[in-house]
């Protein structure tokens, strides 16, 4: 195959019809009013609300921010139990916050949490669980909360990858003490960079939305010490404007996913994305696991790379084997976790990426295979 000219990217940022964008910054020229709650901001919480299914939202200026508050809001103190198999922004948010990550195995379907791990982990000192909708695949949702609510502990989602999936018809908002959805440019829904935090008590509205803004209730009475994290009123006017779209963004994105399918089923060692059951995906990654596949990971990672095709080792390393946690956390203690993270590669996967490329990407993987 002849190297191609232009680069396919692991993922491509969807845009709103320019004039659409154009036409919703026109107004901010007029009220001149940027950031601090403005009109597009509570436009685009109620309609995430109602998008969600939730009463309890709160914007923040990006996903990180928005988990990394809700732990400070619900005051969680010693141990958190999460996962290794995730971004960077997950484990940080837990040690930013001084707390200790402690880190269970994932179940080597659907890469989440592994439930029947959990609750030989849980201590004295553990306060929450902290799991990750992998891939917008779900958590054993109903399993966790019976173990948290067994031993009086918080849940909470980093739901970053689980915008526009379903479970049982219920978005990942209905689950847990708490949820935090990033909008980055990458994800499935985006506000360039964004994210929100939904919640199951109702008195966690007033403090998120304080903490966000420096802990400051009014001009006189500062209450926590918070921070500035504060989604702009550019920010939620793309959101507003790519909300419109959000269903023919998972459409395009079930295409691509299907293609994929369709060239790499029935070849020995893959393993590719499953359905789950009771869940409507959102097709926001597609991640390839090569385990007894003619080549490793990297071999596939490099050929790609040599075709101008640029895939993801997402997620390697895992958290827990981060250069700042060196020694902290024995990567034995998560098997699983380890084994995925030097076998998986997420393929491109983007709204306008061509089926055509698609095959052509599924080409170079095919002709490795035994
Ligand atoms: C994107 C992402 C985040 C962080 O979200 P930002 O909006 O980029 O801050 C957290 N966790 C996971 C799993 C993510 O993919």
Same mark, same amino acid.
């Given at each position: 195959?002849?190297?191609?000219?232009?680069?396919?990217?692991?993922?491509?940022?969807?845009?709103?019809?320019?004039?659409?964008?154009?036409?919703?910054?026109?107004?901010?020229?007029?009220?001149?009013?940027?950031?601090?709650?403005?009109?597009?901001?509570?436009?685009?919480?109620?309609?995430?609300?109602?998008?969600?299914?939730?009463?309890?939202?709160?914007?923040?200026?990006?996903?990180?921010?928005?988990?990394?508050?809700?732990?400070?809001?619900?005051?969680?103190?010693?141990?958190?139990?999460?996962?290794?198999?995730?971004?960077?922004?997950?484990?940080?948010?837990?040690?930013?916050?001084?707390?200790?990550?402690?880190?269970?195995?994932?179940?080597?379907?659907?890469?989440?949490?592994?439930?029947?791990?959990?609750?030989?982990?849980?201590?004295?000192?553990?306060?929450?669980?902290?799991?990750?909708?992998?891939?917008?695949?779900?958590?054993?949702? !109903?399993?966790?909360?019976?173990?948290?609510?067994?031993?009086?502990?918080?849940?909470?989602?980093?739901?970053?990858?689980?915008?526009?999936?379903?479970?049982?018809?219920?978005?990942?908002?209905?689950?847990? !003490?708490?949820?935090?959805?990033?909008?980055?440019?990458?994800?499935?829904?985006?506000?360039?960079?964004?994210?929100?935090?939904?919640?199951?008590?109702?008195?966690?509205?007033?403090?998120?939305?304080?903490?966000?803004?420096?802990?400051?209730? !009014?001009?006189?009475?500062?209450?926590?010490?918070?921070?500035?994290?504060?989604?702009?009123?550019?920010?939620?006017?793309?959101?507003?404007?790519?909300?419109?779209?959000?269903?023919?963004?998972?459409?395009?994105?079930?295409?691509?996913?299907?293609?994929?399918?369709?060239?790499?089923?029935?070849?020995?060692?893959?393993?590719?994305?499953?359905?789950?059951? !009771?869940?409507?995906?959102?097709?926001?990654?597609?991640?390839?696991?090569?385990?007894?596949?003619?080549?490793?990971?990297?071999?596939?990672?490099?050929?790609?790379?040599?075709?101008?095709?640029?895939?993801?080792?997402?997620?390697?390393?895992?958290?827990?084997?981060?250069?700042?946690?060196?020694?902290?956390?024995?990567?034995?203690?998560?098997?699983?976790?380890?084994?995925?993270?030097?076998?998986?590669?997420?393929?491109?996967?983007?709204?306008?990426?061509?089926?055509?490329?698609?095959?052509?990407?599924?080409?170079?993987?095919?002709?490795?295979?035994?």
């Amino acid at each position: 195959m002849k190297k191609r000219e232009t680069p396919i990217r692991v993922t491509r940022s969807s845009m709103p019809p320019f004039e659409e964008f154009a036409e919703m910054i026109r107004p901010l020229w007029d009220s001149a009013w940027l950031t601090n709650m403005g009109e597009y901001h509570e436009q685009l919480e109620k309609q995430l609300k109602e998008y969600l299914g939730t009463e309890n939202l709160v914007l923040f200026v990006n996903g990180h921010m928005a988990l990394e508050m809700v732990i400070q809001a619900l005051e969680l103190k010693g141990e958190v139990i999460t996962t290794p198999f995730t971004f960077a922004s997950t484990t940080h948010a837990i040690v930013r916050n001084g707390l200790t990550p402690v880190f269970c195995d994932i179940e080597p379907d659907h890469y989440t949490m592994d439930p029947d791990r959990i609750e030989a982990l849980i201590t004295e000192k553990t306060s929450a669980i902290l799991p990750v909708h992998v891939y917008g695949n779900f958590c054993d949702v !109903d399993r966790i909360q019976a173990i948290a609510d067994r031993h009086g502990l918080k849940v909470i989602y980093d739901a970053a990858h689980t915008f526009g999936a379903r479970y049982r018809g219920k978005s990942a908002a209905a689950y847990g !003490d708490a949820s935090m959805f990033s909008f980055h440019a990458t994800k499935v829904f985006h506000t360039i960079e964004g994210g929100a935090a939904a919640f199951s008590q109702t008195w966690m509205d007033h403090r998120l939305n304080c903490l966000k803004n420096y802990g400051i209730v !009014d001009q006189e009475h500062v209450v926590w010490v918070g921070g500035n994290a504060k989604m702009n009123e550019f920010q939620a006017a793309m959101g507003l404007c790519n909300l419109r779209h959000l269903e023919e963004e998972l459409d395009k994105r079930r295409r691509v996913t299907e293609r994929y399918l369709e060239n790499l089923e029935g070849l020995p060692g893959l393993r590719l994305p499953a359905p789950q059951k !009771d869940v409507t995906p959102n097709y926001a990654y597609f991640p390839v696991v090569f385990d007894g596949f003619g080549a490793s990971r990297n071999q596939v990672w490099e050929a790609l790379a040599a075709q101008n095709i640029f895939a993801r080792k997402y997620f390697y390393p895992i958290t827990s084997q981060f250069q700042c946690y060196e020694g902290q956390f024995p990567a034995a203690d998560t098997p699983v976790a380890l084994y995925m993270g030097d076998r998986v590669l997420t393929l491109p996967l983007y709204a306008d990426l061509a089926l055509e490329d698609v095959d052509d990407i599924c080409a170079v993987i095919r002709g490795l295979g035994v």
